[in-house]
T-cell receptor, first 111, second 114 residues
């Protein structure tokens, strides 16, 4: 059974701080990795994807991938109260067909 | 506007009733997916389709059925066999290929049992 694990949280950080969200996955053949943000009652919104080892930066967001450790993380710099949401980690399997989602980490940014 | 639409936004089902959730996309994506999300939980795959007239069961297909007669449309029927259908249902489609796939979601349908 392919699994994606995340700390459920809540993770609370003060406004302006760096929020660090972590995710591990079990399928070593996984190819692609995604972070989605989901506000309460809404559908997930894609915020980052990463395919290669290392860091990928997009504005205040940085995704980090370490395939050897089967670990992917998301850093949010200068956290804002509007970043308060649940963050879902997703992994595309090695067949390139199925996305496996983690349970999500709830982030709360305190003003 | 390009995107994925789902209707209705809210759906009420009576005991023993089949209901159908609509999902349409105009993104020209080949692959489409249905997920179920329960409160405080992640997404679980119900069915997916890579091409027209073909679909595969996901992890929790029992009590559900789908069709894929057109590339743009992937309706989900929640049958009376699904004993606990109350959940948030999400339709998604996928762009790209060969390891570059990216998945996008519709706004969701919330199903409630009367």
């Amino acid at each position: 059974q392919k699994e994606v694990e995340q700390n459920s949280g809540p993770l609370s950080v003060p406004e302006g701080a760096i929020a660090s969200l972590n995710c591990t996955y079990s399928d070593r053949g996984s190819q692609s990795f995604f972070w989605y943000r989901q506000y309460s009652g809404k559908s997930p919104e894609l915020i980052m994807f990463i395919y290669s080892n290392g860091d990928k930066e997009d504005g205040r967001f940085t995704a980090q991938l370490n395939k050897a450790s089967q670990y992917v993380s998301l850093l949010i710099r200068d956290s804002q109260p509007s970043d308060s949401a649940t963050y879902l980690c997703a992994v595309l399997d090695n067949y390139g067909q199925n996305f496996v989602f983690g349970p999500g980490t709830r982030l709360s940014v305190l003003p | 506007d390009g995107g994925i639409t789902q209707s209705p936004k809210y759906l009420f089902r009576k005991e023993g009733q089949n209901v159908t959730l609509s999902c349409e996309q105009n993104l020209n994506h080949d692959a489409m997916y249905w997920y179920r999300q329960d409160p405080g939980q992640g997404l679980r795959l119900i069915y997916y389709s890579q091409i027209v007239n073909d679909f595969q069961k996901g992890d929790i297909a029992e009590g559900y059925s789908v069709s894929r007669e057109k590339k743009e449309s992937f309706p989900l029927t929640v049958t009376s066999a699904q004993k606990n259908p109350t959940a948030f249902y999400l339709c998604a489609s996928t762009s790209g290929g060969a390891g570059q796939e990216t998945q996008y979601f519709g706004p969701g349908t919330r199903l409630l049992v009367l």
